[in-house]
């Protein structure tokens, strides 16, 4: 369960330094992109701040804070939104709390994988324990979601943003 809780904080922490870096400037930039860990990353940029809440809700952020590394594909707020009017907050609900905890260790692979390594896989298995397809024939795809920014360095993993919250079988 602690690697779960790491690896789902790497991919929160991950995916808000590299929007940050497109998306803001002066002292606000200055900071997103200072190297914390992914968790780091994912606080500091307000387009992760429904990642954030969702990892808090799970318990997930001690993990990701953790040594790692981690690989998270990191899925922005505008990405949450594409869900059905009331999952997210559905799923951060107490009750939910493990249903909640396999999609975001779903988004999380052990390991640090650059986009020079994505490019060379098929498949990745994630923290979950399921595995993710990996497309690069059009843009790289982590199964339905587009990579659209990638390898936002953390202390303790890489993110990767993708534009789809992507969800578990079963």
Same mark, same amino acid.
């Given at each position: 369960?602690?690697?779960? !809780?790491?690896?789902?904080?790497?991919?929160?922490?991950?995916?808000?330094?590299?929007?940050?870096?497109?998306?803001?400037?002066?002292?606000?930039?200055?900071?997103?992109?200072? !190297?914390?860990?992914?968790?780091?990353?994912?606080?500091?940029?307000?387009?992760?701040?429904?990642?954030?809440?969702?990892?808090?809700?799970?318990?997930?952020?001690?993990?990701?804070?953790?040594?790692?590394?981690?690989?998270?594909?990191?899925?922005?707020?505008?990405?949450?939104?594409?869900?059905?009017?009331?999952?997210?907050?559905?799923?951060?609900?107490?009750?939910?709390?493990?249903?909640?905890?396999?999609?975001?260790?779903?988004?999380?692979?052990?390991?640090?994988?650059?986009?020079?390594?994505?490019?060379?896989?098929?498949?990745?298995?994630?923290?979950?324990?399921?595995?993710?397809?990996?497309?690069?024939?059009?843009?790289?795809?982590?199964?339905?979601?587009?990579?659209?920014?990638?390898?936002?360095?953390?202390?303790?993993?890489?993110?990767?943003?993708?534009?789809?919250?992507?969800?578990?079988?079963?």
């Amino acid at each position: 369960m602690k690697f779960i !809780a790491l690896a789902l904080t790497s991919l929160l922490c991950a995916a808000p330094l590299a929007y940050a870096e497109h998306h803001m400037s002066g002292e606000h930039a200055k900071h997103a992109t200072a !190297a914390g860990t992914v968790v780091d990353i994912a606080v500091g940029n307000p387009d992760f701040s429904t990642l954030v809440t969702a990892l808090k809700a799970a318990g997930l952020v001690d993990i990701l804070n953790g040594k790692g590394p981690f690989t998270v594909f990191a899925p922005t707020n505008a990405a949450f939104a594409k869900l059905p009017a009331g999952t997210v907050e559905s799923l951060i609900k107490p009750e939910n709390k493990a249903k909640l905890t396999a999609i975001l260790t779903y988004h999380v692979v052990a390991g640090r994988v650059l986009a020079k390594d994505v490019v060379t896989l098929k498949s990745a298995t994630t923290v979950q324990g399921s595995k993710v397809k990996i497309n690069v024939r059009k843009g790289v795809m982590v199964n339905n979601a587009k990579v659209i920014k990638t390898d936002i360095q953390g202390s303790n993993g890489v993110i990767h943003v993708i534009d789809t919250v992507i969800m578990p079988k079963g």
